[in-house]
């Protein structure tokens, strides 16, 4: 039984790539597995709406010659090669899906309102919003908490590489320890690099419940829709 009526998932698109790089830049087995969990989420009664980061892809600036401003309209395009394989996936899945996106390119995807995605989302689609917020210097995570408020979700889950937030990188401190809660003001207060600090001062102001937790976990998207501790809860 889902506990939540309608949510909006941000994965990683790092998370979307193989393990071996030299393989490319989408693990297409695992977007399957993704989209079937979607597929159980939607058929438990859960809307979910989708927002993907574009790191498998491109990742910040990459030289002196790029602009901060050209880079991340590299980022958008990139957010919407992978919007476009998710969409591939929860397709063959079976469940009907419209790509978004926050940047006019008609032959691609649709234009997004938040009007017409709440629409396709009451109509048991899923909606996969591309392009990010549309404008350069807001990231991915910002986006993903904007279209959380925008759509009336009731949280916002944050589906990445590792299985929480830690009070150090859990990869170089062996003692560093998962926390299961945290508030919006910890996070800007101690600059911690938990989510982007506008994302936080976003949801901390529209009061958006966010939970981090692992992709790669044994269906986990469907576990936190049901309701499930895992990983890191951030409120207020």
């Known amino acids: 039984m889902a506990k ?18 030299a393989e490319g830049i989408l693990n297409f087995d695992f977007i399957n597995e993704v989209a079937q969990q979607i597929k159980k989420c939607v058929d438990e009664g859960t809307q979910v709406a989708i927002v993907i980061g574009g790191g498998n892809i491109w990742r910040g600036a990459k030289g002196v010659q790029v602009t901060r401003s050209r880079s991340d309209n590299m980022g958008m395009l990139a957010t919407t090669i992978n919007s476009l394989a998710v969409k591939t996936g929860v397709e ?16 691609i995807a649709e234009y997004y309102t938040s009007e017409k995605a709440i629409k396709y989302l009451e109509q048991g689609r899923v909606v996969i919003v591309s392009g990010g917020s549309g404008n350069p210097y807001f990231s991915t995570d910002t986006a993903a908490v904007l279209r959380a408020a925008e ?82 809860v951030i409120s207020n």
């Open 4 to 21: 939540y009526k309608r949510v909006l998932l941000k994965l990683s698109g790092e998370a979307l790539a193989p393990e071996n790089r």
């Open 92 to 107: 063959n899945a079976g469940v009907p899906c419209e790509v978004m996106s926050a940047l006019p390119m008609d032959k």
């Open 151 to 232: 759509l009336e979700c009731d949280a916002s889950l944050f589906a990445k590489n590792i299985d929480g937030i830690y009070t150090a990188d859990p990869k170089v401190d062996k003692d560093a320890k998962k926390l299961d809660k945290l508030t919006y003001t910890e996070i800007i207060d101690n600059n911690l690099k938990a989510i982007d600090l506008t994302a936080a001062a976003f949801g901390r102001e529209n009061n958006i419940d966010l939970i981090v937790f692992g992709l790669k976990e044994d269906n986990s998207i469907v576990r936190v829709c049901a309701g499930e501790k895992l990983g890191t």
